[in-house]
């Protein structure tokens, strides 16, 4: 399975791209992740990336796509993958189509995860997330452990930087200008598949796994 899953912040592509990473076995490449943890450790990239993400804007096409390129290349991503938050432009998309052209391997599918704007903004100012497992909690709607520690691994689970209100709709107004194109992008490839992301998450994984019943 190699899958791209497309969808707004806070649609649940990171909730949804580690539940299919698990039903499929292949491993789970998140750029928003993979900057989390350089910036955690102070890398060079990690400090490159803060200044763009702590704004809610995006990190230039050029560094991500380095990052991405080492990533898929990588001996366990053989067999496949779950792409969660890259691509995020039509430059990512169009890098993307031509490293798989190299490597000679095809996307099984591109799924969109659809969330109203009004609900995007609840979930991503009442999210929280473990720092340590990469577990995400919403504070009414899945909240985490008295004591706001993760049920997972028990660690207070933080607030991420670029959850603030400002940040959000930010975020909210770059996704539609550099990543709603993705939607007709692969959709006139042939290989867009939708899911709503709108209610639980137990409900969005079931329409998920549905619409990917029939793709290897
Ligand atoms: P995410 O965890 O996917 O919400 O990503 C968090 C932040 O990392 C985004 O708001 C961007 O600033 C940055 N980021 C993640 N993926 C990309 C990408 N493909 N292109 C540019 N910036 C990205």
């Known amino acids: 399975m190699r899958l791209i899953i497309l969808g707004a912040p806070g649609a649940g592509k990171g909730t949804q791209a580690k539940i299919l990473s698990d039903k499929y076995q292949v491993p789970h490449i998140s750029t928003g992740e993979i900057f989390r943890s350089n910036i955690k450790e102070g890398t060079s990239l990690g400090m490159k990336a803060k200044e763009y993400i702590d704004d809610g804007k ?11 390129k080492e990533y898929i290349t990588r001996e366990e991503c ?3 993958f779950v792409l969660d938050g890259f691509p995020r432009t039509i430059p990512q998309a169009e890098y993307l189509d031509k490293a798989l052209v190299q490597m000679n391997i095809k996307l099984s599918a591109v799924l969109n995860i659809f969330v109203e704007d009004e609900e995007i903004v609840k979930r991503l100012s009442g999210r929280r997330v ?14 985490p452990e008295p004591g706001d520690v993760c049920k997972n691994c028990k660690t ?3 607030q991420r930087e670029d959850d603030t209100e400002e940040t959000i709709l930010e975020r909210i107004r770059i996704y539609y200008n550099q990543t709603v194109p993705l939607i007709d992008y692969y959709k006139e490839k042939g290989l867009l598949i939708t899911a709503t992301g709108q209610e639980e998450i137990s409900d969005t994984t079931k329409e998920v796994f549905e619409v990917l019943k029939n793709i290897k």
């Open 58 to 68: 995006l990190v230039p096409d050029s560094l991500t796509i380095e990052i991405v």
């Open 156 to 158: 207070k689970v933080i």
């Open 78 to 80: 053989k067999s496949g």
């Open 130 to 143: 473990c720092p340590k497992c990469g577990s995400s909690y919403h504070i009414s709607y899945n909240p």
